[in-house]
């Protein structure tokens, strides 16, 4: 009994539902991840003119929305029987199909530009066939049929329609949930020059299939999981607070919930199909050193010289204020720039990845074309419990100006008992041991200068060879 009761209280909400559309966005909020990931948090007004069952009507919902993370809320108390994701909109065929067993008009020509205007029944689609009188028409184009207006119930853009029992009067909907296709990545240009200065832009690119039209944004940096499936399912909803961040001169940043949020202290319009950019660093006076930099596996086998090998151009600076930065950055890439009798030119980019506050940052921008090194193997030798390898590497720095040179020689090796190593570093040379088995060779080579750096490596085994 109570299954046939429920079944017909559906079917009378189904067909006697008064229709109403909600009004455009009062108050919208858009949170943009790296990952292709967008939360929509948005406040419509809506006013219902009698109490009772109402069919709501919420366009302007993106093609890309994950629908089973849509969560309402009502600022009055609101049955809500099912909730329904329209995204296969209007068309000329719908408009057909809703029309079948109804009158028509049609244009019926009778020259190549001159038609009168008639009605008819439209019975069928395919092909489109009309009764006028006792008469059956075909051969009627689709196109030269005329519609007065659109049905209420067919809808013009994606849209959810909720089943509700609603009071009358005004109130507020609140609208939470994610949506995929849209996304924001940074992105810097570090200028080498006397200032050595840092711009940054956050890049919103959206293909989400909706149109967020003067919008709170903010964008968060992080590797956020998606778990699309754990909102849970609710009849009965009731509005709930909105904390909103105060705005401020310019982007401002925060750790957020093991991440960093930023938030844009301006609304824009981020537009289906655009990309936007939103500048949210500028620093000067940043602190850093070029290096030309080589980083290889200690020699332990025998060979006789490998020649020329250019060095990696590195920039090394530290993230913190006493550097000129100090502050979160997102992973983007980093394009450097350099200028020349005015003219900045592009000489090379590398990526970062989320760097926290007081981490240093090394950018591999290419390499340098006048700075390479010869390596020799001296001496090689080899028995059942150790091995030794001795080489020397003759750097040449053909620029004309100095540079810092640093040599990462690391070994990668299972069997080892004992490491030893000797070296000629001295003078304008500084030798360290960096983590188990990585020595670390920094020169200050002058201009047009040469350097041999000698090596000599003794590993013992652990395990006798046989």
């Not at 009004?23 to 419509?44: F, G, P, W």
């Not at 709930?240 to 609304?267: C, E």
């Not at 007081?358 to 030798?381: A, R, V, Y």
């Amino acid at each position: 009994m109570k299954k046939i009761l429920f079944s017909l209280l559906v079917a009378t909400i189904a067909f006697s539902q008064e229709s109403t559309k909600i009004q455009k966005s009062e108050n919208l909020s858009l949170t943009i991840y790296n990952n292709n990931l967008a939360m929509v948090n948005d406040e419509r007004l809506l006013s219902i003119d009698k109490s009772g069952a109402q069919k709501l009507i919420y366009e302007g919902i993106p093609s890309s929305v994950i629908f089973e993370s849509i969560i309402p809320y009502f600022s009055k108390k609101t049955t809500l029987y099912s909730q329904n994701y329209h995204y296969d909109i209007l068309s000329l065929n719908k408009l057909l199909e809703k029309h079948i067993n109804k009158e028509i008009t049609y244009k019926q020509y009778s020259s190549e530009f001159e038609y009168s205007r008639e009605k008819a029944k439209l019975l069928s689609l395919n092909p489109i066939m009309l009764q006028k009188n006792d008469e059956i028409i075909s051969g009627i184009k689709s196109t030269d049929i005329i519609f007065s207006k659109i049905p209420s119930d067919l809808i013009t853009k994606p849209s959810l329609v909720w089943n509700t029992n609603s009071q009358k009067g005004e109130q507020k909907i609140k609208l939470n949930y994610l949506t995929n296709n849209i996304s924001w990545k940074s992105d810097y240009i570090l200028n080498l020059d006397d200032q050595n200065s840092l711009n940054a832009w956050i890049s919103i690119k959206n293909n989400s299939g909706a149109v967020y039209e003067n919008a709170n944004i903010y964008v968060i940096a992080g590797d956020v999981n998606k778990n699309e499936n754990i909102i849970p399912k609710q009849r009965r909803y009731e509005m709930a607070a909105v904390n909103m961040m105060a705005d401020s001169p310019k982007v401002t940043q925060k750790s957020f919930s093991g991440y960093h949020l930023y938030k844009i202290p301006f609304k824009e319009t981020i537009k289906n199909n655009e990309k936007k950019q939103i500048n949210f660093i500028n620093k000067t006076n940043i602190k850093l050193q070029s290096k030309a930099s080589s980083t290889n596996s200690i020699y332990l086998h025998r060979f006789k010289k490998i020649k020329a090998q250019k060095f990696n151009h590195k920039i090394e600076l530290t993230n913190d204020e006493k550097s000129g930065l100090g502050l979160a950055l997102p992973t983007g890439v980093v394009r450097v720039y350099k200028k020349d009798e005015g003219v900045s030119h592009f000489v090379g980019q590398d990526t970062i990845t989320h760097t926290s506050k007081n981490e240093d940052i090394s950018l591999n921008i290419g390499k340098f074309f006048d700075i390479s090194q010869d390596i020799t193997q001296l001496s090689h030798k080899k028995t059942k419990s150790y091995v030794r390898s001795k080489y020397s590497r003759l750097i040449e720095n053909k620029t004309n100006k100095k540079r810092m040179i640093k040599i990462t020689e690391n070994l990668h090796w299972n069997n080892v008992r004992k490491l030893m190593v000797e070296n000629n570093c001295k003078n304008i040379c500084s030798f360290e041991k960096e983590g188990l088995n990585t020595y670390v060779y920094s020169i200050n080579m002058d201009a047009n200068s040469k350097y041999e750096l000698i090596t000599d490596y003794e590993l013992e085994y652990a395990v006798a060879l046989k």
